[in-house]
């Protein structure tokens, strides 16, 4: 191993998981085939798990005014 990758790599492994959590919300730029694996999965994991929650939040919110117009109004969902 060079002398780079072994600076990145100590770089990697002592970021703190919020670190890496502010990098996913972020978006920052990465290359995914030069960072650990871990780390890669949990890059593209949170924007994947954020975007779950927010589209069950939507249903149950739709559903909830939905609710208000009637019960057929819920039934054709």
């Known amino acids: 191993m060079n002398q780079q990758s072994t ?8 970021t703190s ?3 890496q959590l502010k990098d996913a919300i972020r978006g920052t730029d990465a290359d995914y085939t030069k960072i650990d694996l871990k780390k890669a999965i949990f890059l593209l994991a949170v924007p994947m798990i954020l975007e779950l929650v927010m589209e069950s939040t939507f249903a149950v919110v739709d559903i909830y005014f ?12």
Not at 66 to 77: E, I, N, R
Request: no cysteine; aromatic share 4%; proline share 4%.
């Open 66 to 77: 939905v609710g208000k117009l009637g019960p057929s109004a819920v039934a054709t969902l």
């Open 7 to 14: 600076t990145e790599q100590t770089t990697a492994s002592s």
């Open 17 to 19: 998981v919020w670190q």
